[in-house]
C-alpha cells in the first residue's frame, strides 16, 4: 500500500515512548530483588501507536514528536523506518526519550504501568509554527493528551485554521479548557475520558448519548465514545449511532484498542468515509489488535481490516 500516490495523507502529533514490560508473579517489596518470568522491550506512546495503526491501515503518515539523544529515540526511528513512517519532524530534546514501566501480574494479566513522558513534554507550541505546511496537505490531524497542553492546543488550532479536520484523542483523560473544544472535529474518548471531560458516567448507550450531546454543546463536530467491548456510539447533528465491535478472534491483550481504533478511524475519515463507517473501520481495526499481544506490534495491516469487514458485512 505504501508509495501508492493515492494514499490520504494524515499527520500525528504525540508521544513516543519506550515500553519496557515485566512479567512476574509478584510485586517485590522495598528493598527486595525479586525474579521476573518475562521482559519485552518495545515502542509504545499513544500517538506513536496510532501512527503505526494508520500506517499499517493503508494511510502516508508523518508524525511529529520529540525524543531524547539516547538508545530509545534510536527505537523510535527504527520504528518508523520499519512502518514506512515519516519522522522528518520527530525533533530531539536535551532530556530522555519517554519510557514506561509496566510490571504484569504474570497470572492475572492486570498491570500496573510508571509513565516517564520526558522529552515529549518538550514539543513547545512555536516549534509547530514551522509544520504549517506538513500539516495544510495533511487530509487530517490527530493528536492526544501525552503532550505540553499549550502545544496540543496549538497544534489543534493551527490544523484547524489551515482548514484540516482534527481528531483529538483526549488521552489520558484531564480536563481541558473549553476552547479546545471548537478546534475539534471529532473527539474519541472512552468511558473514563469521558467522565472526566464531562461529568457523566456512561455505563449505558443512553449516557453516552448524554455525554456526545455535552461535546457537541461545547463545540465540537462531532462525538465518538469509544466503549471497549460494546463498541462506539457516535453522534453529529445529524446521524447518530451504536457502532457494533468485531469479534476476531479470543482476546489477548487490550492495551492498544484505543489507539488501533484512533488511528484505523483516521485512515477512513481520511479516505472520505462518514462518520459511522468511519467508526466501524476503527472498531474493525481494534478487534484485530486484541487478538495479539503488545502495542503497537498488534496493530493490523489493511488486507486483515478489509477481509475482516467484508466478513462482517451482513452486520448492520
Known sequence: MHGDANAPRITVMGSFAADLAFRTD?????????????????????GSNQAVAAARAGAEVSFIGKVGNDPFAELARSTYRQE???ARYLLTSENPTGAAAIIIDARSGENSIIVV?????NLAPEELDGMKELIAASAIF????????????????????????????PAPGCKLPESVFPCCDYVTPNESETEVL?????????????????????????????????????????????????????VVETTGAGDAFNGGFAVALAEGRDLIAAAR???????LSVTR??????MPYRAEVDALLADHAHRV
Open 117 to 121: 513522558p520526558g522529552a515529549c513534554l
Open 26 to 46: 509478584r510485586l517485590p517489596a522495598w528493598g527486595e530483588t525479586f525474579m521476573g518470568s518475562a521482559f519485552r522491550l518495545g515502542p509504545g506512546g499513544k
Open 198 to 250: 464531562t461529568g457523566i458516567r456512561v455505563s449505558s448507550a443512553a449516557d453516552a448519548e448524554r455525554a456526545a450531546d455535552a461535546f457537541l454543546a461545547l463545540g465540537v463536530r462531532n462525538a465518538i465514545i469509544t466503549l471497549g467491548a460494546q463498541g462506539a456510539f457516535v453522534k453529529n447533528r445529524t446521524a447518530k449511532a451504536l457502532v457494533p465491535s468485531f469479534d476476531a478472534g479470543p
Open 293 to 298: 499481544h503488545g502495542t503497537a506490534p498488534s
Open 142 to 169: 490527530v493528536t492526544q493528551l501525552e503532550l505540553a497542553l499549550p502545544t496540543v492546543e496549538h497544534g489543534l488550532k493551527l490544523a484547524h485554521a489551515l482548514g484540516v479536520p482534527t481528531i483529538l484523542n
Open 281 to 287: 473501520f476503527g472498531c474493525a481495526v481494534a478487534g
Open 84 to 86: 514506512h513512517i515519516d
